[in-house]
C-alpha cells in the first residue's frame, strides 16, 4: 500500500501572476480551480504545482526549492535572462563564485536553481529537474515508504527518491544541518490515495509510515493535515 504524490503546494499572493510565471519556466499548461491555479505537466512529471493565495507572510528562505535543468550552456543563459525579464532576481544563498548553477528568486521570493546542462544526477530528468528540500536522511526514508519511489540516492546523510519507472523529476533531501524554520513553510506536499485505496487506508499507511495527525488546516478545506518525521507539513487529500 502506498500514497501518491498529487501536487506540490505553494502559497502565493497573486496565485495568476506566479503560476504564469512557472508555467513559462517549466512550459507547462495552466488551469483554473476553485481553490486556485494548477499547473498541469506536459513532460513526465507524475504531479502539478498548486498555487494557493495568501496573505503575504514573513520573509525567509524556504525549505523546498525547484530545480530547473537546461541542455546547453546557451540555454542556461537564455533561461536565466528570460526569467529575469520575468520579475526573477538574483538572490545569494550562500554559492560560491565557481558554483556553475545560478540562483534565482521568482516574483515572491522563492528560491530556484537553473542549474548546468553537463549536471549528471539530473541528465534524465525533464525541465524540472528536481524538488530539491531540507531534510534528515529519515525523511527520505519516509517518502520513499510513503509513496513507493525507491531511492536513487542515499549517501553522507542526503537522500534522493525517483518514479519507479525512472522518469520526471527527483525529489531530494539535502541532510543536516537543517535550515531554521521562520514560520509556516511557502511549499508543501499535497498526497491522496492510490485509486485503488481509500482516504483513510492512505491516512493509516502514512501514520504507520511515521506521520503525526495536525490540526486541520484553514487555507485547505477537505484536507487532513499531517506532520512528516521531520515535522513539516503534509496535506492528505481526495485526489
Not at 530539491?132 to 536513487?152: I, K, M, Q
Not at 518514479?163 to 537543517?178: F, H, Q, V
Request: hydrophobic fraction near 40%; charge should be negative.
Amino acid at each position: 500500500m502506498t500514497a501518491q504524490l498529487v501536487a506540490l503546494a505553494i502559497d502565493a499572493v497573486d496565485p495568476q501572476e506566479l503560476a504564469s510565471f512557472w508555467a513559462y519556466a517549466l512550459n507547462w499548461d495552466t488551469e483554473e480551480t476553485a481553490a486556485g491555479v494548477e499547473l498541469v505537466p506536459t513532460d513526465a512529471t507524475t504531479f502539478r504545482l498548486r498555487f494557493r493565495p495568501v496573505a503575504p507572510r514573513t520573509a525567509g528562505r524556504n525549505r523546498i526549492h525547484l530545480d530547473l535543468t537546461t541542455a546547453s550552456d546557451d540555454d542556461q543563459r537564455n533561461t536565466v535572462t528570460e526569467l529575469l525579464s520575468l520579475g526573477a532576481t538574483h538572490v545569494d544563498i550562500g554559492q560560491g563564485p565557481d558554483d556553475p548553477h545560478v540562483v534565482l528568486a521568482d516574483p515572491e521570493g522563492n528560491e530556484l536553481c537553473i542549474i548546468e546542462p553537463f549536471n549528471r544526477f539530473l541528465a534524465s530528468c525533464p525541465r524540472l529537474g528536481a524538488v530539491n528540500c531540507d531534510g534528515t536522511r529519515a525523511l527520505g526514508h519516509f517518502y520513499s515508504e510513503a509513496l513507493g519511489w525507491p531511492l536513487v540516492w542515499d549517501q553522507d546523510e542526503e537522500t534522493a527518491i525517483q518514479a519507479p519507472d525512472g522518469t520526471g523529476p527527483k525529489i531530494t533531501w539535502s541532510g543536516p544541518p537543517l535550515m531554521p524554520r521562520t514560520g509556516r513553510e511557502r511549499f508543501h506536499f499535497h498526497l491522496a490515495p492510490t485509486p485503488d485505496d481509500s482516504v483513510q487506508s492512505a491516512l493509516e499507511h502514512l501514520v504507520a509510515a511515521g506521520a503525526t495527525r495536525l490540526d486541520a488546516p484553514d487555507d485547505c478545506p477537505g484536507a487532513i493535515a499531517l506532520g512528516d518525521v521531520d515535522g513539516n507539513e503534509l496535506c492528505l487529500v481526495e485526489a
